[in-house]
């Protein structure tokens, strides 16, 4: 296995799965063999291989019916294009009735397999049970429906996210931050930019709050893109420019780079060295006056 966790660090999925399968052949004992199977049959699934992960995950359940090896045939299935096949998965995984994070990580699964099956509404419970198996840990609970209302949002079914949303708790400032970049989302699909912008703001107020890294960078990419799209390229280069600044107080100058220099070379990229040039510019000289 440490070899395996070589090749994992390389970047070798497909290696290091194959080592990890050696790994179960090896094992001699029905529970490893299985961990290994499961294992093997995730890298799989992340290397792009979906009808091997579900061969693996097969053989898992074969070896040690279990809801862990349930979880594993049903995300695998997933990633096949056989929703149906994966909501069967882990409704066999919860009907042994699991507990606490086993029992959310299961519901959350088996709410992802019900709206690729077509059936949100059956997904938003699902959504509410994993959040109430972690009903002992408030925060977790309330990421947890943070998820749910982002999964039903992509999936295009706002009128559930929101509903859902309504019900999360958001005394959490990242919590809070997630919902508001997710509502600024969904003005934006009912093309109120102002909305969007507004819900932007309380997102990026909300990181900041809670010196959240990474809901501060989603917030801001997201304020220069609303800015750019209403035709303010100053706006643009100040969200990402002020962003970069503040960060670097959170995380430090390499961390602030990496998180802000490819949106302003996109913004350079899209906008010719000369229209980025007079945005930088305008804002430097705007900065100056106070």
Known sequence: MIAARAR???????????????AAEAAGEAAEEARCLRLASALARHAGDPDRAVALAERAVAVAPVGASYQAAGAAALAAGDPAAAVADFETALAASPTGELRAALEQGHAGALLAAGRPDDASAAFRRAAAALADRPAAAALSLVDGVGQLQFAGYADLAERLAAETPAGDHAVASSLALLAAG??????????????????????LAGRSAAGYVAAAVALAGLADAAGDPVGAYASLAVGWATLRDLVG???????????????RRRWGTAGFAEAKAAYEAGVRRG
């Open 8 to 22: 994992l660090v390389a970047g070798d999925l497909a290696g290091a799965g194959r080592l990890v399968e050696d």
């Open 186 to 207: 969904r003005a934006l699909d009912r093309k109120d930019p102002e909305a969007a912008r507004s819900h932007a703001e309380r997102a990026r107020a909300e990181a």
């Open 253 to 267: 100058a390499d961390g602030a780079r990496a998180a802000f220099r490819p949106s302003l070379l996109e913004l």
